[in-house]
């Protein structure tokens, strides 16, 4: 017990220095660490697992209300405090019908997954109609034109070569690297075609990639990927209350006029199904990168044969439920440390999200145990299982929202994990003054296949801190990033996975390939703790500013080269100093809150902790991006693709090629920088 207490070497400054930790700190977490991590069992996750993933649980059905329930009942049993089901009314449409039939032959495509007897779950008899969620609906006649993976480029090659979408179905394939179906969606929208299909291509996620599921962790003939088309890039989270909770009986505008919601009907397609499609083209042949993996030449389209497609979705409202308990800080308790993982699944959710929510529960567990032991948190620890993530992260965005003073107010940091193991790879993104701190948690917790974590994560990358700072979008972190400032950072082991959002995402996929003895789900439910306990725990909050600004420096020259190479005259002068005061500033008060820390001198590590604990939240305007005010964060957004835009406003304003706007954007910039840099003011 208590294993590596025993180790007291004098500790290497540099190296062994744990930030936001005094030395007598660290000694005393040491024990409570170890704690941690041996309570945390991996057959406690496979456990859980498995009960998450018995049924399909979309959010707004029955059996996710279910679980909710079952979250809340488990982590009162841990001895976690205040557990609350909180109730959120969205608008959250369901699939009533989905038909595509070819006209001169009659055929119905079959949209459907087949069974396997590897894995019984998949004979199950409540699996929906698969769907785009917010897809418009449709029902037309019509030619399929094949328009690679959707985006803009492909359109403009299409347009050359003759092809016109405008009218027909689009036949776009899911794409590597990933690229945000709903931007598939606007782009088509744009483009004038009346509907969208997106499928699973071989050569992305099935036998080309290598063995299919059951035999391996890729795509079978049949998978489908299901998943919300909605413009979240715009506006997440129930689209009738932008920038408020939904709460029952709370104001409401009318959902359509959102500018999360598509105007183009879409749905989702096996590459058994597409192929049928794609034999039938005429036209040019594809370019050499259009050619995917079916055994066929691709061809532009449009096909001989047209198809009748009906695509309806139910306009409801539904209830959702987020799971919110804690563990109260006894010193500090409106100081927050928040770990979220969502519950609902499209079907089973092996991997996505029921990996997560498995080691979020056994990540409680452990902290009960803690708590059985005596120990009490200093600041507060949030534990949340969001609803709807995989709508419109609707969940986390309704709870931000309704919690958005406090959590400005008080919280630390937003942990967030979604899919803990889909493999071995261990992957964090976070903002830049979160990376030395998941560096140093990653160096104290075992990796199952030897030594720690940061062993194998820096060899595989190569590199001493291969933290992913650049953020876009695509999980629950986003209401606490890009519209509250809480800094964030969202972890992941994954691998090889091809049946993402399929009904094949189940738990004998995550038994049998992606993670058997789930090894890796215990490790993340030991990472997580560690670094939730640290945070709780810490004399000041290891924020590394120093960091940040030497990252929005790069940020700076290369959207100064951009705009340069646009012919813009824009004056990045005052936007470089603030960016320097703020580095300067951030070192100074590092170094005093570390040797306040040191020295036990609890009110200047107190007065380092609020100024670090504020810096985030200044790099935020109410004003928010043009075209889509509720994202306030001025150093990141995500791009319709979900891809990262740093420094987003200017960015747009560049890429527009409007300089006036970019004139002002780098003011806006400056000031939101000599926030940052005053809020630090020593
Ligand atoms: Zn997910």
Same mark, same amino acid.
């Given at each position: 017990?208590?294993?590596?207490?025993?180790?007291?070497?004098?500790?290497?400054?540099?190296?062994?220095?744990?930030?936001?930790?005094?030395?007598?700190?660290?000694?005393?977490?040491?024990?409570?660490?170890?704690?941690?991590?041996?309570?945390?069992?991996?057959?406690?996750?496979?456990?859980?697992?498995?009960?998450?993933?018995?049924?399909?649980?979309?959010?707004?059905?029955?059996?996710?209300?279910?679980?909710?329930?079952?979250?809340?009942?488990?982590?009162?049993?841990?001895?976690?405090?205040?557990?609350?089901?909180?109730?959120?009314?969205?608008?959250?449409?369901?699939?009533?019908?989905?038909?595509?039939?070819?006209?001169d032959s009659r055929e119905k495509l079959s949209l459907k997954e087949e069974p396997i007897p590897e894995d019984p779950d998949s004979y199950s008899n409540e699996v929906g109609i698969p769907y785009c969620a917010y897809s418009a609906d449709v029902d037309i006649t019509a030619p399929v034109v094949y328009v690679n993976s959707g985006n803009p480029e492909d359109y403009d090659l299409l347009q050359k070569q003759g092809v016109d979408v405008r009218g027909k179905i689009a036949l776009a394939r899911y794409s590597v690297p990933y690229s945000y179906r709903g931007f598939k969606a606007l782009t088509a929208q744009k483009r004038g075609a009346s509907a969208l299909l997106l499928y699973s291509d071989p050569a992305e996620d099935g036998f080309k990639k290598g063995a299919v599921y059951p035999a391996g962790p890729w795509g079978p003939e049949s998978h489908l990927q299901r998943g919300g088309i909605v413009y979240d890039f715009n506006l997440p989270g129930d689209p009738r209350t932008p920038g408020w909770a939904s709460v029952p009986g709370g104001r409401f505008l009318p959902a359509e006029t959102a500018v999360s919601m598509p105007t183009i009907a879409a749905a989702p397609m096996s590459y058994k199904d597409a192929r049928k499609l794609l034999s039938m083209m005429t036209g040019p042949t594809a370019p050499q990168k259009w050619q995917g993996g079916l055994p066929l030449q691709y061809r532009l389209g449009p096909t001989s044969d047209k198809l009748h497609l009906v695509i309806e979705n139910d306009k409801k409202v539904r209830s959702i439920w987020n799971v919110v308990g804690r563990l109260r800080g006894?010193?500090?308790?409106?100081?927050?440390?928040? !770990?979220? @993982?969502?519950?609902?699944?499209?079907?089973?959710?092996?991997? #996505? &999200? +029921?990996? %997560? $929510?498995?080691t979020m529960m056994e990540t409680a567990r452990a902290f009960g145990e803690l708590k059985r032991s005596g120990w009490k948190p200093r600041r507060t620890l949030i534990f949340a299982s969001w609803d709807a993530e995989e709508f419109t992260l609707t969940g986390s965005t309704e709870w931000g929202e309704l919690e958005a003073d406090k959590l400005k107010a008080g919280a630390l940091a937003y942990l967030n994990v979604d899919s803990s193991a889909s493999g071995n790879n261990f992957?964090?993104?976070?903002?830049?003054? !979160?990376? @030395?701190?998941?560096?140093?948690?990653?160096?104290?917790?075992? #990796? &199952? +296949?030897? %030594? $720690?974590?940061?062993?194998?994560?820096?060899?595989?990358?190569?590199?001493?801190?291969?933290?992913?700072?650049?953020?876009?979008?695509?999980?629950?972190?986003?209401?606490?990033?890009?519209?509250?400032?809480?800094?964030?950072?969202?972890?992941?082991?994954?691998?090889?996975?091809?049946?993402?959002?399929?009904?094949?995402?189940?738990?004998?996929?995550?038994?049998?390939?992606?993670?058997?003895?789930?090894?890796?789900?215990?490790?993340?439910?030991?990472?997580?703790?560690?670094a939730a306990l640290r945070l709780a725990e810490c004399d000041y909050v290891p924020l590394d500013y120093d960091a940040y600004a030497r990252e929005v420096k790069i940020y700076l020259d290369e959207t100064e080269r951009a705009g340069r190479d646009r012919k813009m005259a824009i004056d990045f002068q005052a936007a470089l100093s603030a960016v320097e005061r703020w580095q300067k500033n951030a070192r100074v008060v590092l170094e005093a809150a570390r040797k306040?820390?040191?020295?036990?001198?609890?009110?200047?590590?107190?007065?380092?902790?609020?100024?670090?604990?504020?810096?985030?939240?200044?790099?935020?305007?109410?004003?928010?991006?043009?075209?889509?005010?509720?994202?306030?964060?001025?150093?990141?957004?995500?791009?319709?693709?979900?891809?990262?835009?740093?420094?987003?406003?200017?960015?747009?304003?560049?890429?527009?090629?409007?300089?006036?706007?970019?004139?002002?954007?780098?003011?806006?910039?400056?000031?939101?920088l000599n926030r940052a840099a005053a809020v630090l003011q020593p």
């Amino acid at each position: 017990m208590l294993a590596f207490i025993a180790s007291v070497s004098l500790p290497n400054q540099k190296t062994d220095r744990r930030e936001g930790l005094s030395s007598s700190t660290r000694e005393r977490l040491k024990p409570l660490e170890s704690r941690l991590i041996e309570t945390v069992r991996a057959e406690n996750c496979r456990r859980e697992h498995r009960i998450f993933t018995a049924k399909p649980h979309m959010a707004g059905s029955a059996r996710n209300y279910e679980l909710a329930q079952y979250v809340a009942e488990q982590w009162r049993k841990y001895g976690l405090e205040d557990v609350q089901l909180i109730e959120h009314p969205v608008y959250l449409p369901w699939p009533v019908r989905y038909e595509a039939t070819l006209v001169d032959s009659r055929e119905k495509l079959s949209l459907k997954e087949e069974p396997i007897p590897e894995d019984p779950d998949s004979y199950s008899n409540e699996v929906g109609i698969p769907y785009c969620a917010y897809s418009a609906d449709v029902d037309i006649t019509a030619p399929v034109v094949y328009v690679n993976s959707g985006n803009p480029e492909d359109y403009d090659l299409l347009q050359k070569q003759g092809v016109d979408v405008r009218g027909k179905i689009a036949l776009a394939r899911y794409s590597v690297p990933y690229s945000y179906r709903g931007f598939k969606a606007l782009t088509a929208q744009k483009r004038g075609a009346s509907a969208l299909l997106l499928y699973s291509d071989p050569a992305e996620d099935g036998f080309k990639k290598g063995a299919v599921y059951p035999a391996g962790p890729w795509g079978p003939e049949s998978h489908l990927q299901r998943g919300g088309i909605v413009y979240d890039f715009n506006l997440p989270g129930d689209p009738r209350t932008p920038g408020w909770a939904s709460v029952p009986g709370g104001r409401f505008l009318p959902a359509e006029t959102a500018v999360s919601m598509p105007t183009i009907a879409a749905a989702p397609m096996s590459y058994k199904d597409a192929r049928k499609l794609l034999s039938m083209m005429t036209g040019p042949t594809a370019p050499q990168k259009w050619q995917g993996g079916l055994p066929l030449q691709y061809r532009l389209g449009p096909t001989s044969d047209k198809l009748h497609l009906v695509i309806e979705n139910d306009k409801k409202v539904r209830s959702i439920w987020n799971v919110v308990g804690r563990l109260r800080g006894t010193e500090r308790p409106d100081e927050w440390v928040v !770990l979220g @993982n969502h519950r609902d699944a499209w079907v089973f959710g092996g991997v #996505d &999200p +029921s990996s %997560g $929510s498995a080691t979020m529960m056994e990540t409680a567990r452990a902290f009960g145990e803690l708590k059985r032991s005596g120990w009490k948190p200093r600041r507060t620890l949030i534990f949340a299982s969001w609803d709807a993530e995989e709508f419109t992260l609707t969940g986390s965005t309704e709870w931000g929202e309704l919690e958005a003073d406090k959590l400005k107010a008080g919280a630390l940091a937003y942990l967030n994990v979604d899919s803990s193991a889909s493999g071995n790879n261990f992957t964090a993104a976070a903002v830049p003054s !979160l990376a @030395n701190f998941l560096r140093e948690v990653a160096r104290d917790v075992p #990796d &199952p +296949s030897g %030594g $720690s974590i940061y062993d194998l994560w820096a060899s595989r990358n190569k590199s001493d801190t291969p933290v992913t700072t650049r953020l876009g979008s695509g999980s629950d972190y986003t209401v606490f990033l890009n519209f509250l400032g809480v800094p964030i950072a969202d972890l992941t082991f994954d691998g090889p996975y091809g049946v993402y959002h399929s009904i094949y995402d189940s738990f004998a996929w995550i038994d049998r390939v992606g993670d058997p003895g789930y090894r890796y789900h215990a490790a993340m439910s030991r990472y997580w703790a560690v670094a939730a306990l640290r945070l709780a725990e810490c004399d000041y909050v290891p924020l590394d500013y120093d960091a940040y600004a030497r990252e929005v420096k790069i940020y700076l020259d290369e959207t100064e080269r951009a705009g340069r190479d646009r012919k813009m005259a824009i004056d990045f002068q005052a936007a470089l100093s603030a960016v320097e005061r703020w580095q300067k500033n951030a070192r100074v008060v590092l170094e005093a809150a570390r040797k306040a820390a040191e020295s036990g001198d609890s009110k200047q590590a107190e007065h380092a902790h609020h100024a670090l604990m504020k810096v985030e939240r200044a790099l935020l305007d109410e004003e928010g991006l043009a075209g889509r005010p509720w994202f306030k964060h001025l150093i990141y957004a995500p791009r319709p693709t979900y891809k990262a835009m740093v420094l987003p406003a200017l960015t747009e304003a560049i890429e527009a090629g409007d300089e006036a706007r970019a004139r002002k954007e780098v003011d806006r910039l400056t000031r939101a920088l000599n926030r940052a840099a005053a809020v630090l003011q020593p």
